[in-house]
């Protein structure tokens, strides 16, 4: 049984930073493709930001320069960086990875960005 518990969701100042992780147990995800969603309230699922397993990187357009996506396979968990976070950054982030067809989320971990 995989999961994938995200942390570091919280309250923060406009401007602000926080460093969400999505730690994964039950199975090495090394091989697996591995992203960060988030859904906003009345709003679709959206993609923020995706790493391969051999590292490389896309972002949404939102976000790129402000967010960092890394992953450390030894300790089998990923990690969203976001600096200059803005009010519609708020969210629940949800972490995702996939291999062919074997899709796994985690919960969410809601970020909200707020004066």
């Known amino acids: 049984q995989v999961q994938l518990v995200e942390s570091g969701g919280g309250l923060v100042q406009p401007g602000g930073s926080l460093r969400l992780s999505c730690a994964a147990s039950?199975?090495?995800?090394?091989?697996?493709?591995m992203g960060w969603y988030r859904q906003a309230p009345g709003k679709r699922r959206e993609l923020v930001a995706t790493i391969t397993s051999g590292g490389s990187t896309n972002y949404a357009d939102s976000v790129k320069g402000r967010f960092t996506i890394s992953r450390d396979n030894a300790k089998n968990t990923m990690y969203l960086q976001m600096n200059s976070l803005k009010p519609e950054n708020t969210a629940v982030y949800y972490c995702?990875?996939?291999?062919?067809?074997?899709?796994?989320w985690g919960q969410g971990t809601q970020v909200t960005v707020s004066s």
């Open positions: 039950g199975r090495i995800l090394s091989n697996y493709a």
């Open positions: 995702n990875a996939h291999l062919s067809v074997i899709n796994y």
